[in-house]
């Protein structure tokens, strides 16, 4: 399990993360909810090690990965899929899957891993020899959720996967990671689309202004007037 | 105290210091004897002079409208041919042009000038190819801009360096020999007696570009410079701009290969070469791209480095040290790394995208005594700022090789690292400002 505890994050004079709390306990889907601005990407990047941190620790089951460099945290088993998809354009599906298992050697278990993400994303493995620029925007997020999967992470930790996407295609890609669960990955998930998000999630925290204000389970959260109030609109 | 000068001291003071140099040159390059180390500083200034002109029409290309060109010294040449070949003296022709028959010209306009207006038209038959080299280059210019200004940033710069590399070829053509001589050298045209004409010419020209670039053209070409898009929207059309600033750097590119002619005495299409305008972009970066007072400080700076002080590379002793290492070439891969350290760490060179003004000067002058007493307090914290760099990366270090030892050490013992959170089973609200724990 992934436990960040009392992480804080300096832009220059701006304290973007004060304090942030959160467990991602194996075999649960967690999410991060919050408007514009609240701190929930940057709580992603500096877990990563892609923002600095000015305080707290970040540990990942009996090992501590404060201060550790990125590809050392890919290579423990955590991956983030960045925020607006970010697959790479002039290559095709198949590169851009390859491309995800970089850092591993082990030849046959990354044809099985093709295979796994083929499964889950039916709808790539008749486009790989697409070039990843001439794919739609609900497949450029399976591609990228697929490259992301493709390091075999034991965390897998998405930033905006609904992104600009219609929500039919929201519905597959939130199906899709329901069963990367199943499939034995944690998942920590950051959404402005509440809703999808709460609805599919075991535990959720609620971040305003760098700071975590509300959590619970995913559908008590859903369900309390607050929350309702402040980010579903009704 | 205001040390601002009123424009009427400013340009006093301009026309004081202009007036010192053209009188220290003219008189410098009558009085000093050939031979003596003073006279190398006398044609420093010639030869930096030269390459000032053809750096400020490069950087008004590169540093002032955004087109990274590379066509610099084939345009040079172009110029430098033109020039030759309407001014050597008409009895020479025989000689220069011998497997040619003498050439197709067998006139001088220097000499026909001359026999008209005396010595009035002497110097203006040197001025008239002189100017008919800018404008031929000019038209060429125009002419290749009209393919290639289409082309963006690193492709512009390959299709210019070609139209370069072309030009190069095609003037070394046998065919063209009764003009060009071929691949045979020009020699004997008419050159100037003294260095002032150089440094006057190139003074006027780069006076006049530095005129265009604070003209409403040259905020046009600014703008396209920073963000074409934007521009456009504002109603400048953008190749048409483009297609001036191509067409004015490439006369005064002209104008420079005429006065390099001169200062050379004998011209051929070898040296023109990529090299060449390599030499020219170095200078502009070094000066500062976007800095025409930059290009001229740069200018000199590279002229007397590469034909003064630097020389004892290639001669195999230079400042006392001698190494078998020192043979002719050397001071090129000096020169190479120079740039790769000046790009990498200073790549804004002397004057960034600032021009000289007397105010900047004189406050310049000013600080100098505050910065010389504050460089050691300067150096002192920039030195603490490392230490503490250091210490940051080593406790890193020792931190990591720490929690390491506690991992084995809590997996022997079965003991977690940290204590999980309470994921509770209805909503928490965090009434305080931070902790959740």
Redesign the interface.
Known sequence: MLAIRNLNVHYGGIHALRGIDIDVPDGKIISLIGANGAGKSTTLKSVMGLVAKSDGRVFWDDTEITSLRTKDIVAEGIILCPEGRRIFPDLTVDENIAAGAYLRKDKAEIARDREWVYNLFPRLSERTWQLGATLSGGEQQMLAVARALMSKPKLLMLDEPSLGLAPLVIKDIFNVIQKIREDGVNILLIEQNAKVALDISDYAYVMETGVITMAGPGKALLSDPRVQQAYLGE | MDTRLDNKKKIALSAACLILFMVFVYFGDIMIRPGSSMKMLITVIEKGSIFALVAASMNLLNGFTGLFSLGQAGFMLIGAYTYAIFTIPADSHDKVYQYFNGGIIKWSIVEILESKLGLAGHYLGMLIPMLMAGLLVALIGFLIGIPVLRLKSDYLAIATLGFAEIIRAFFQWNTLGPLTNGSNVLRKYTTYKNAIFPVMIAGISIAIILLLINSTYGRAFRAIRDDEIAAEAMGINLFKHKEMSFVISSFFAGISGALLAMFQTTISATPFTTVMTYEILLIVVIGGIGSITGSVIGAFLFTAASEWWLRGLDAGKWMGISSSLMRPGFRKVVFAILIMLIVLFYSRGIMGDKEFSWDGFFAWCKSRPAAVKAWPEKRKASRAAKKEARAVKSA?KA??KQ?KEE?EA??SSGE???T??V????????EK?????
Do not use: I
Request: glycine share 12%; no cysteine.
């Open positions: 890193a931190r990591a929690a991992k809590r997996k977690g690292l940290f999980p959170l994921l509770a089973d209805h909503v928490v609200v965090f400002e931070g902790r959740n724990g």
